[in-house]
């Protein structure tokens, strides 16, 4: 009898199916749009896309659901089919039909024929069947409610050991940490403290405790959720995302160690003509090779060529990193490029002026210069600034594009040594010989401890004023001890003043109105007046 009305049924499909099969090639339209899921008792069937003999996608799903929930509800034990039907596939629940699946439904991505995507919509309606039965044994909802409480029990009891733990370990962590933190040691050195390394163990601890805490959370509601034929399919779901993000995560790691081994590989060449580069400039910075490569100029010089090979690995590497062709990646190597243009022009003036200071060998270390309205000694010549240590106490530090924009006297060139040249300016009236007043000035020179006597100082006539002619000394200083050169210069004015009172020649420089009464100088007996008191030995 089932099967005389399933051949009927059949038969009279058949003469219907190739008179609309135009009608259906015509007014069969595919939307994503419009397509339309057909879900029976939480679980999905399949997605109509298609519109087929007149019904759109929803229509279809409406009179699919309203069948198979029919036929439920009516037979206990249903046999699912497919038959055949032109190039489409009828799903038979029973003798009724389910539904058609059409070659417009098959999403092309999911299903490489009609066939397959037929048969799997089947295989999901046969568990439909399966689950309905089970939900209504009575035996089997015992059995599923005793394993999720059971589930449920463990998942507890794996709680409360966790907490159980937490608490004995947090117990004995400072002890343990104060132990092993006492061990690391340099000599007498603490290398770690344990007051600062304990929140940051908890912390991790703390983080570690409630990722597994939310794994067991997952995993015991998808195990739950399986248990029921109702909420079986979000089960399912659950499980199967965890299982997709493993996935996902072990094909990305086993993806990304061949790239990781060509970006080593691209380091490790790097790092190795890094030292080979050393080697050779630190040859090449032998005197008589090279003159512009010398021990000032080669750590620099090391350092830009370290930059260069490090920065061209960087780039070489790039391709092979993980994520170097995201979306995430291309935008943060945008961002990092977008500040470094925009907030790096001055450090690039600056570390350029450092490297013409540099090779050109403008100042160096240890020589006295003068840079604008500051003088002193230079301490260090860095990339960026340089610092000069003056007479008074004070460390200054420059930009190099200060420097290189600015005139440099430099004080220390013409000596042999670590010396420097020691200047001074006085003005004496014109009713003073000139010959008498160099005299003086290379006596006050010759007195003062530190200055050359070969080369000899020497006194420069600089300018006939309109009341006084102008004098420079200058001389050539090495001193004995250590001492800036405003301490030196300091001992040399005082001699000059010493030298010109012993001969009763004002140093005085007035717009001249008339001569004084009585002439401005300092007698010998009025030299170390109170509170100033004469040195026992001269």
């Given at each position: 009898m089932r099967s005389s009305r399933l051949a009927i049924l059949m038969a009279v499909f058949g003469m219907f199916w190739s008179v609309l099969l135009w009608a259906e090639d015509v007014s069969t339209a595919v939307d994503s749009?419009?397509?339309?899921?057909?879900?029976?008792?939480?679980?999905?069937?399949?997605?109509?896309?298609?519109?087929?003999?007149?019904?759109?996608?929803?229509?279809?799903?409406?009179?699919?659901?309203?069948?198979?929930?029919?036929?439920?509800?009516?037979?206990?034990?249903?046999?699912?089919?497919?038959?055949?039907?032109?190039?489409?596939?009828?799903?038979?629940l029973g003798t009724r039909r389910a539904f058609i699946v059409s070659p417009h439904d098959v999403d092309n991505v999911e299903f490489t024929s009609v066939q397959d995507a037929a048969y799997s919509a089947a295989a999901k309606l046969r568990q439909v069947v399966a689950e309905t039965?089970?939900?209504?044994?009575?035996?089997?909802?015992?059995?599923?409610?005793?394993?999720?409480?059971?589930?449920t029990v463990i998942y507890g009891a794996?709680?409360?050991?966790?907490?159980?733990?937490?608490?004995?370990?947090?117990?004995k962590l400072p002890e343990l940490m104060d132990r092993h933190t006492q061990a690391l040691k340099v000599g007498r050195v603490q290398l770690v403290d344990a007051n600062?390394?304990?929140?940051?163990?908890?912390?991790?601890?703390?983080?570690?405790?409630w990722a597994i805490v939310l794994l067991l959370t997952y995993e015991w509601l998808g195990f739950v959720l399986s248990r029921?034929?109702?909420?079986?399919?979000?089960?399912?779901?659950?499980?199967?995302?965890?299982?997709?993000?493993?996935?996902?995560?072990?094909?990305?790691?086993?993806?990304?160690?061949?790239?990781?081994?060509?970006?080593?590989?691209?380091?490790?060449?790097?790092?190795?003509?890094?030292?080979?580069?050393?080697?050779?400039?630190?040859?090449?910075?032998?005197?008589?090779?090279?003159?512009?490569?010398?021990?000032?100029?080669?750590?620099?010089?090391?350092?830009?060529?370290s930059l260069a090979i490090w920065l061209f690995a960087l780039a070489m590497a790039y391709p092979y990193l993980p994520?170097?062709?995201?979306?995430?990646?291309?935008?943060?190597?945008?961002?990092?490029?977008?500040?470094?243009?925009?907030?790096?022009?001055?450090?690039?003036?600056?570390?350029?002026?450092?490297?013409?200071?540099?090779?050109t060998r403008t100042i160096r270390p240890g020589e006295f210069v003068r840079i604008g309205e500051y003088e002193g000694t230079v301490t260090e010549l860095g990339m960026f600034t340089t610092r000069i240590r003056t007479g008074l106490g004070e460390v200054l530090t420059l930009p190099n594009s200060m420097i290189t924009g600015t005139v440099t006297k430099n004080y220390s060139r013409t000596v042999q040594g670590p010396g420097y040249v020691v200047d001074t300016v006085?003005?004496?009236?014109?009713?003073?010989?000139?010959?008498?007043?160099?005299?003086?000035?290379?006596?006050?020179?010759?007195?003062?401890?530190?200055?050359?006597?070969?080369?000899?100082?020497?006194?420069?006539?600089?300018?006939?004023?309109?009341?006084?002619?102008?004098?420079?000394?200058?001389?050539?200083?090495?001193?004995?001890?250590?001492?800036?050169r405003a301490v030196l210069l300091s001992m040399l004015h005082a001699n000059i003043q010493d030298v010109f009172n012993e001969h009763g020649v004002?140093?005085?420089?007035?717009?001249?109105?008339?001569?004084?009464?009585?002439?401005?100088?300092?007698?010998?007996?009025?030299?170390?007046?109170?509170?100033?008191?004469?040195?026992?030995e001269r």
């Open positions: 749009a419009s397509a339309v899921e057909l879900k029976v008792a939480n679980r999905s069937i399949m997605v109509f896309r298609a519109t087929l003999l007149g019904e759109a996608p929803a229509t279809r799903v409406k009179r699919a659901k309203a069948v198979i929930s029919e036929a439920l509800e009516e037979v206990d034990d249903l046999n699912v089919t497919v038959d055949p039907i032109q190039n489409s596939y009828l799903v038979l039965q089970e939900a209504r044994s009575l035996r089997l909802i015992l059995r599923a409610a005793a394993a999720g409480a059971l589930a794996l709680l409360w050991g966790m907490a159980y733990l937490r608490r004995r370990m947090m117990m600062y390394l304990y929140p940051l163990v908890t912390r991790l601890l703390e983080a570690l405790r029921f034929p109702y909420t079986r399919p979000w089960g399912e779901s659950l499980n199967n995302y965890l299982l997709e993000v493993a996935d996902y995560l072990l094909q990305g790691i086993v993806g990304a160690i061949p790239g990781m081994g060509v970006a080593l590989a691209i380091f490790f060449i790097a790092r190795g003509a890094t030292a080979f580069s050393r080697r050779i400039l630190r040859r090449m910075a032998a005197p008589g090779t090279l003159s512009w490569l010398n021990a000032e100029t080669l750590q620099p010089t090391q350092r830009l060529t994520g170097a062709g995201t979306d995430a990646f291309k935008g943060l190597s945008v961002l990092i490029g977008l500040m470094i243009s925009l907030g790096a022009s001055s450090v690039v003036g600056q570390a350029a002026a450092g490297l013409i200071l540099t090779y006085v003005t004496i009236g014109y009713d003073t010989p000139w010959r008498q007043v160099e005299a003086m000035l290379l006596e006050a020179a010759r007195r003062t401890p530190g200055v050359l006597e070969v080369p000899p100082a020497q006194v420069f006539q600089t300018a006939l004023s309109d009341f006084y002619p102008e004098y420079r000394l200058v001389a050539q200083a090495i001193p004995s001890q250590p001492r800036p004002q140093i005085m420089s007035p717009h001249y109105l008339g001569d004084p009464k009585d002439e401005k100088w300092v007698p010998r007996d009025k030299w170390f007046t109170a509170p100033a008191q004469e040195p026992k």
